[in-house]
């Protein structure tokens, strides 16, 4: 979680301080260069985790790793593994994940808008 150093003197009121605590955990679950295009991909199918490598070209297995299991360890992916040779792990969206789905659209259409404002 992010830490903030505020004066006590200065703080917002208490109904601010509530939406900045959870605009911060929103942002905090979706840090990472990798995480909203990871939710997003994972929405369309179950995914393995070679499958999602070839989807994001230049993430590392190791990034790729740390990302995912941080999005189970927030509860908006599951990892399935199956009982069957060669080993096969599955990733699926949780219901939490599917309802941030909504919030990528957004952020998809708002960066659309960007581009559109900046090649003007």
Request: glycine share 6%; hydrophobic share 40%; net charge negative.
């Amino acid at each position: 979680m992010a830490k903030f150093n505020f004066n006590l003197d200065t703080l917002p009121p208490s109904e601010i301080r509530e939406e900045i605590c959870s605009l911060t955990i929103t942002q905090n679950v979706l840090q990472g260069r990798w995480k909203p295009l990871l939710i997003w991909y994972i929405s369309l199918q179950p995914q393995r985790f070679g499958e999602l490598t070839r989807l994001l070209p230049g993430i590392s297995k190791g990034i790729l790793a740390k990302q995912l299991k941080e999005l189970e360890d927030d509860g908006l992916i599951q990892k399935e593994i199956f009982d069957e040779l060669p080993f096969k792990v599955e990733y699926t969206l949780t219901d939490l994940g599917e309802q941030l789905l909504p919030v990528i659209a957004v952020m998809q259409d708002w960066g659309k808008k960007y581009i559109d404002s900046r090649q003007k």
